[in-house]
Every structure is written in C-alpha cells, then in structure tokens.
C-alpha cells in the first residue's frame, strides 16, 4: 500500500500563499488518483481537490476554486499551491491516494491511504 508524506505547511497571514507537497512512496503512485482533503477544528474533513491519473484533470471545491492550483508528476509527487489565502482556509490538510475510478467524486470512503497531514494556518 502506498505511503504519503506531506510537507510545506505553517504560519501564514491572510492573503499570503503556501506551496504544500505530498510524496508517495513507491512507483505505483501513477495508478492512483490523488487528493487534498483538509479539517479545520470542530469540523468535518472536506474535499479540497482531486487530480486524476494519467491525464491529471483537476476538480476543485468552490471554496479555493480560483485561489488554489493542484499539480502532480509522472513519479512520485504531488502539490498544492495556495494563494489568496483566508483565516478559513486554517486546517490541517491532508493527501489522500485513491482508485483510478475516483473521479469525480472523490468520496473519502474510498481512500486507499491518508498521509498524517501538514497544519496550515492563516491568521488574520
């Protein structure tokens, strides 16, 4: 089972960016769709965005949609590149592996592996 590891998180004011990365274990990353999944405190986990395998087609919550840009490559990585950041975007971010199939819903009932997560916090 492929492990994930994310990095790139931290203190941040509104309005700045933060670029957080995600590396996979294995080769195999490429038969997996990825995700970003965050939860902020008292909060049920949410969908960020999903990228899917081989083609790399992105599906953005409403919420970042125009603010946040996610990227992977043909190895092991992926990225989240977030700008115009909010007090609300403070959560701890998640990336998750799933099946090629995943899209477009990307249920988190069909993770097949959650990293431990990176804090992100915005103040105002």
């Known amino acids: 089972q492929v492990q994930l590891v994310e990095s790139g998180g931290g203190l941040v004011q509104a309005g700045g960016s933060l670029r957080l990365s995600c590396v996979a274990s294995e080769h195999t990353f490429r038969d997996y769709a990825m995700a970003w999944f965050r939860q902020a405190p008292g909060k049920e986990r949410e969908f960020v965005v999903g990228i899917s395998w081989p083609f790399s087609r992105t599906r953005y919550a409403p919420s970042v949609m125009g603010r946040f840009t996610a990227s992977r490559d043909n190895t092991k990585n992926m990225y989240l590149q977030m700008n115009s950041l909010k007090p609300e975007d403070t959560a701890v971010y998640y990336c998750?592996?799933?099946?090629?199939?995943?899209?477009?819903?990307?249920?988190?009932?069909?993770?097949?592996?959650w990293g431990r997560g990176t804090q992100v916090t915005v103040s105002a």
């Open positions: 998750a592996a799933g099946p090629k199939t995943w899209a477009p819903t990307y249920s988190d009932s069909n993770v097949v592996s």
